[in-house]
């Protein structure tokens, strides 16, 4: 997902970061749309957008941040309070996949990989 003004931008399992997620054995969750997205046209498949007041509807999901560091997760936590009360935040389930991940080519693909792998301790 990524983080805006207005709310999240969830990736669904038809976008190119919910099908590597998928390779890898995550499940990646349906959410409903409940706010405006901040990425392009309003039928896209691979994105829905979250208003804020609705991040709860996340529930106990692991969160990967799309073109975030993990300055941006400490961030997330401090500044957005609707964010921080999510289980995954308490539970040390926030990954960070990098500032390339948004388009995952080759190389933002090895990066993203690097991070997963590092972050799980392997």
């Known amino acids: 997902m990524t983080v805006t003004a207005d709310g999240l931008n969830v990736f669904t399992a038809d976008s190119a970061q919910g099908k ?4 890898l054995g995550y499940r990646v ?7 405006a997205s ?3 046209s309003p039928g896209r498949r691979d994105v829905v957008p979250v208003a ?12 990967f941040l799309v073109n975030a560091t993990d300055d941006d997760v400490a961030g997330y936590r401090r500044d ?3 964010l921080a009360a999510l289980p995954a ?6 990954y960070a996949l990098g500032p390339g991940s948004f388009r ?4 933002a693909v090895t990066s993203v990989l690097d991070r ?4 799980s301790g392997a």
């Open 38 to 40: 901040g990425l392009g």
């Open 20 to 23: 590597l997620l998928a390779q």
């Open 80 to 82: 957005r309070p609707v």
């Open 52 to 63: 804020w007041e609705s991040a709860a509807t996340l529930g106990d999901a692991t969160l």
């Open 29 to 35: 969750r349906e959410v409903s749309a409940s706010g």
């Open 104 to 107: 995952l080519d080759r190389f």
């Open 116 to 119: 997963l792998q590092r972050a």
């Open 89 to 94: 935040f308490g539970q040390g389930r926030v």
